[in-house]
């Protein structure tokens, strides 16, 4: 799975509920050094300092690296201090509720659209730009995605962003084959992040998916599982797929709507979600 020892970067850690800390400790599970990326000291004060889920011992263990995306310097600082490493992990999006997201599709607010683009898709490439000279022996690259083969309620322009990360994987994977470096993205399931708490009507959407996947998904456990599909898509054992978007949510995506009674006969009923995630 993951190679031992080896140096791999978790862009996008929040706090401890956030799907890039269940990553990173996946990781350092399996033996990898891992070192993660925060936006910025206020990000960190905020989320980080201040989560009751870490111990001060867990806080302090914690390598990391303040990376605002949108800064190709502090990318570009990143990946020059850290070379070599064996792989990276993009878990990053941006959308402005208020503009981006919610009931109506059409806004005004361009330059936010334009924000959202260039943190959620733009930054994939700007990342890969200067990880790639630190994978020397080659490695992989990993995106965070969410089903694009449909349009959800209330998810609007971020479901744009994420057609347009999965079309950025595949073309960073046919630019650096040569290089020796695979790019792939997980489309995960909703699972409740600080992230997904600003997502209008996202209790809606873990309600549908509960509705319409044939395996349970539990929006809260199911970290650990896409976690797990992560890391095997970092490692030497997935040595041969690279510009794949790999679906990581129960079967829901692939579903023609909910399931019937009888199709649920055996299946787990996952506790109704609440209409929004608990506060952190």
Not at 105 to 117: G, M, P, Q, R
Not at 159 to 179: F, M, N
Not at 208 to 230: E, G, M
Request: with cysteine; hydrophobic share 40%.
């Amino acid at each position: 799975m993951i190679e031992a020892g080896k140096t791999y970067v978790v862009m996008g850690l929040l706090d401890a509920d956030s799907l890039a800390y269940a990553i990173g400790t996946t990781i350092s599970a399996l033996g990898g050094k891992v070192v993660f990326t925060v936006q910025n000291e206020v990000f960190k004060r905020r989320f980080l300092d201040s989560s009751k889920k870490l111990s001060d011992e867990e806080k302090a263990a914690l390598d990391f690296r303040f990376c605002d995306i949108t800064k190709d310097d502090q990318v570009r600082d990143v990946f020059a201090e850290l070379d070599p490493v064996a792989g990276v992990v993009h878990s990053i999006a941006f959308a402005n509720p208020r503009t981006c997201l919610g009931e109506e599709l059409h806004t005004e607010a361009i330059d936010d659209i334009t924000l959202s683009h260039h943190i959620s898709c733009v930054s994939l490439a700007t990342v890969a730009r200067y990880a790639v000279p630190a994978m020397p022996d080659g490695g992989a690259i990993v995106a965070m995605s969410f089903d694009t083969a449909h349009v959800y309620p209330h998810y609007n322009w971020m479901g744009v962003q994420k057609a347009a990360l999965e079309a950025l994987v595949r073309a960073l994977a046919r630019r650096h084959g040569r290089d020796e470096v695979r790019f792939n993205a997980v489309s995960a399931g909703p699972l409740h992040t600080k992230a997904a708490s600003k997502i209008p009507g996202f209790g809606g959407l873990t309600k549908l998916w509960n509705a319409s996947s044939p395996l349970p998904w539990d929006t809260r456990q199911d970290k650990q599982a896409v976690a797990d599909a992560v890391v095997f898509l970092l490692g030497p054992r997935s040595a041969k797929i690279t510009g794949q978007v790999l679906n990581v949510d129960g079967g829901a995506s692939v579903m023609g709507g909910g399931l019937m009674e009888h199709e649920r006969g055996n299946i787990r009923d996952a506790e109704a979600a609440p209409e929004e995630p608990p506060g952190q």
